[in-house]
C-alpha cells in the first residue's frame, strides 16, 4: 500500500506465524538496504541483582552465531559493503538495526537473523566483552548528560525500574560461582521472542521477494505462543 501521494514508497505490514511483526518497504530510488529490529525489553527487564544485564546482551549477540562464530561479523561485512551496523538498549526497547548497498542486503540479513535465533554468548566472550563494557562506564562518568540523568535516577523511587543501573560494569556483571554466560542465555531465552520483536525493512527490492526472504530467516526465531494458546485451552 501506497501512504500518501507525496510518499512514491510501497509499505506492506505481515505478521509471521511466530509472531514477528514486520513492515516491508520498497523504495526504488534508495541507493542502500537497511533492517532494523527491536525487542520489547530494556534495562527495566533487569534483575535487581544483575543491572545492566540488557545492555551486556546487547553486546553479545555480536560476538558470534551458530553459523558466524567470529564475532563481528556482521560489523565487517557491512563496513565493506559501503554501510555499518549499531544498536541500543533503552528502558523498555533494544533495538538493532544495520544499512548496506542493496546488492549485499540478503546476505546481510542472513547474518543478521542468526542475532536472534542462535547466538553463542560464550564464556571467553563474555569476559572480554565485560571489560568493554567497564570502559564505556567509566569513560561516561564525567560526561554532564549522563551526570544529570544519573541524578534523575536518584532522586525516582527506588523501588521503580527507572532507578535501576542501565549500563552495567564489573561489578555489577560479576561472576556469581559461574560464567555470567549462564544468565546471560537465560536472560536472552526469556525475553528474545518472535512475538516481543518488530523488525521493518527498507529496500528496492520487490515486497513479494522480501517476504520470502524474511519467512525464510526469520521464522526460526522462538516464542511462547504456542505455550499461551495451550494454556488458553
Known amino acids: 500500500m501506497n501512504i500518501s501521494s507525496n510518499d512514491n514508497r510501497v509499505y506492506h505490514p505481515l505478521k509471521l506465524d511466530n509472531g514477528l511483526k514486520v513492515l516491508f518497504i520498497q523504495d526504488l530510488q534508495s541507493e542502500k538496504s537497511a533492517a532494523s529490529l527491536t525487542v520489547n525489553v530494556g534495562h527495566f527487564d533487569d534483575p535487581w541483582q544483575r543491572q545492566g544485564m540488557a545492555h551486556f546482551l546487547e553486546h553479545m549477540l555480536f560476538l558470534g552465531t551458530d553459523r558466524h562464530p567470529e564475532p563481528g561479523t556482521l ?49 571467553a566472550a563474555t569476559e572480554k566483552e565485560r571489560n568493554a563494557i567497564d570502559a564505556e562506564f567509566k569513560l561516561k562518568l564525567k560526561d554532564d548528560s549522563r551526570r544529570i540523568y544519573q541524578v534523575h535516577k536518584e532522586t525516582v523511587n527506588p523501588l521503580h525500574p527507572f532507578a535501576k543501573f542501565s549500563v552495567g560494569n564489573k561489578e555489577t556483571l560479576a561472576d556469581h560461582g559461574r560464567c555470567i554466560s549462564h544468565e546471560i542465555k537465560d536472560f536472552f531465552n526469556q525475553h528474545y521472542l ?20 524474511i519467512k525464510s530467516l526469520f521464522a526460526d526465531i522462538k516464542s511462547n505462543l504456542n505455550i499461551k494458546a495451550a494454556i488458553a485451552v
Open 75 to 123: 560489523s565487517q561485512f557491512t563496513s565493506q559493503h559501503g554501510g555499518s551496523c549499531n544498536a541500543w538498549t533503552g528502558t523498555e526497547h533494544s533495538s538493532y538495526f544495520f544499512d548496506i548497498n542493496n546488492e549485499f542486503f540478503y546476505q546481510a540479513l542472513e547474518i543478521f537473523s542468526r542475532f536472534f535465533i542462535a547466538p553463542l554468548i560464550s564464556e
Open 194 to 213: 518472535a512475538n516481543h520483536m518488530t523488525l521493518a525493512i527498507c529496500s528496492p527490492v520487490e515486497i513479494a521477494q522480501q517476504i520470502v526472504w
